[in-house]
């Protein structure tokens, strides 16, 4: 095998890595990127219309109360939008298993 780099190596991991260095703009962190692309999500219910529908009215609620987030007069948009907020912002790699066995059991 060829030590040379693919053309979709070089596009990907070179030149689109470094195309905002050279126009000027700094280049936005994994955790930036990850909060704008949420915010695009929940800006419009349209977009995030088939995560909601999807999502009970109760295990949200269940959800978003276990997390601390107060969901008197909210919308669910705004409810599912700061729960993925709450959720994304805390570290990947550990998982609340009580949360996750709770859920799965409520909705057996």
Do not use: C
């Not at 703009?25 to 219309?49: A, G, I, V, W």
């Not at 907020?85 to 909705?107: A, C, E, F, I």
């Amino acid at each position: 095998m060829s030590n040379s780099m693919s053309r979709r190596d070089f596009f990907t991991r070179n030149f689109m890595k470094n195309l905002p260095k050279k126009a000027g703009h700094p280049r936005m962190t994994d955790e930036e990127t990850r909060r704008q692309n949420l915010e695009e999500y929940f800006k419009s219910p349209l977009y995030s219309y088939p995560l909601l529908q999807e999502m009970p009215w109760n295990l949200l609620l269940f959800e978003a109360k276990s997390k601390g987030i107060d969901v008197k007069g909210r919308s669910k948009n705004e409810i599912a939008k700061e729960l993925f907020q709450k959720v994304h912002s805390t570290d990947t790699n550990t998982r609340d298993d009580d949360t996750v066995l709770s859920l799965k059991q409520q909705m057996e």
